[in-house]
């Protein structure tokens, strides 16, 4: 089972109830699942195609819970950055990921624009937030994109994040973490949105944490909002 099927069955049984409420605004869980698809399908049209590797530095936020969907979607593999470590970690872990695009927060874009010389891998800069003249706008790429849904063949055991560890003895470690793990999780622990029952999380973690992507996700799959 893909993750990404956690939106799309909420957002088939409460698709009006809010999904995200971030900095006093709020997105239903249609809302989420059709920039997800947007998402995914400019995705493809930038050539990330499954197993690709796609990094964003940014703090918590409904784009953020887009961005992962859309990634599900496709088979590619999320990179959540820990925008808390030095700028040298920061491009040791897009290098060693082989990361192939970066969703950049405005917070970090003088950070990442000082690293990019050093990023080996990286072809496409995302702006989360902002129009940046030298990369590609968040809002643009899903006002241009299909809003189709998005399928691809996805195994169990896919790694659907690549996550990295915060390296207190040395550099940080790649963990690969399959749509399986967290499907096994979910499956066992939570219980699927129903109409009769509405409830709210708050994230109290950052999603670069496996606590916070397992909020986010136990979210969606219980038509919780977030």
């Given amino acids: 089972m893909n993750t990404a099927e956690f939106l799309t069955i909420a957002s088939a049984i409460v698709p009006d109830r809010t999904a995200v409420i971030f900095e006093g605004k709020r997105c239903s869980f249609a809302e989420i699942s059709e920039k997800a698809n947007r998402l995914a399908n400019a995705l493809l049209d930038l050539g990330i195609e499954k197993q690709a590797r796609v990094g964003i530095i940014q703090v918590n936020c409904n784009q953020y819970v887009e961005i992962y969907n859309a990634l599900a979607k496709i088979g590619a593999i999320m990179v959540p950055l820990n925008f808390r470590v030095k700028s040298n970690e920061l491009s040791y872990m897009l290098n060693n990921g082989e990361t192939q695009a970066l969703f950049v927060g405005d917070r970090y874009l003088d950070m990442v624009r000082g690293m990019q010389p050093e990023l080996t891998t990286v072809k496409h800069y995302v702006s989360i937030d902002s129009k940046q003249e030298d ?5 643009d790429l899903l006002t241009g994109a299909s809003p189709e849904e998005v399928s691809r063949d ?3 055991e896919d790694v659907t994040i690549l996550m990295y560890t915060a390296g207190t003895t040395g550099w940080p470690k790649g963990v690969p973490l399959t749509h399986n793990g967290f499907v096994s999780y979910m499956l066992s622990n939570v219980e699927p949105a129903n109409l009769d029952v509405s409830e709210v999380n708050t994230l ?8 916070g992507i397992q909020a986010m996700l136990a979210a969606s799959y219980g038509g919780r909002t977030l």
């Fill in 135 to 139: 990369m590609l706008s968040y809002e």
């Fill in 204 to 211: 109290t973690v950052p999603l670069y944490h496996v606590a």
């Fill in 154 to 156: 996805i195994d169990d």
